[in-house]
């Protein structure tokens, strides 16, 4: 099994203030666990959009962090 995974060609990602920031992010939008706030930081620190389907994350942000996105939104090109 992790060998088919590892040959997936997953890269693993941790940027420098990535936890610090997903903390920043976990007190500002009070968020009780910090594993949401780590898929923002990296979103953000990589300058990616982030898609979600966890709705309450993403109404809790909209507002402040527009490229978050709702996967209800998502429209096929």
Same mark, same amino acid.
């Given at each position: 099994?992790? +060998?088919?995974?590892?040959?997936? =060609? #997953?890269? *693993? *990602?941790?940027? !420098?203030? @990535?936890?610090? +920031?997903?903390? $920043? @992010?976990?007190?500002?939008? %009070? +968020?009780?666990?910090?594993? !949401?706030?780590?898929?923002?930081? *990296?979103? $953000?620190?990589? =300058? ?5 389907? &966890? $709705?309450?994350?993403? %109404?809790? #942000?909209?507002? +402040?962090?527009?490229? #978050?996105?709702? *996967?209800? &939104?998502?429209?096929?090109?």
């Amino acid at each position: 099994m992790f +060998r088919t995974f590892h040959l997936l =060609g #997953v890269r *693993l *990602l941790y940027p !420098d203030g @990535l936890h610090k +920031r997903a903390w $920043e @992010l976990a007190k500002q939008f %009070n +968020r009780p666990q910090t594993y !949401d706030s780590h898929y923002l930081a *990296l979103a $953000e620190i990589i =300058g990616l959009e982030f898609w979600t389907g &966890d $709705e309450r994350l993403y %109404n809790t #942000v909209k507002h +402040r962090l527009s490229w #978050v996105k709702w *996967l209800g &939104d998502y429209q096929p090109g």
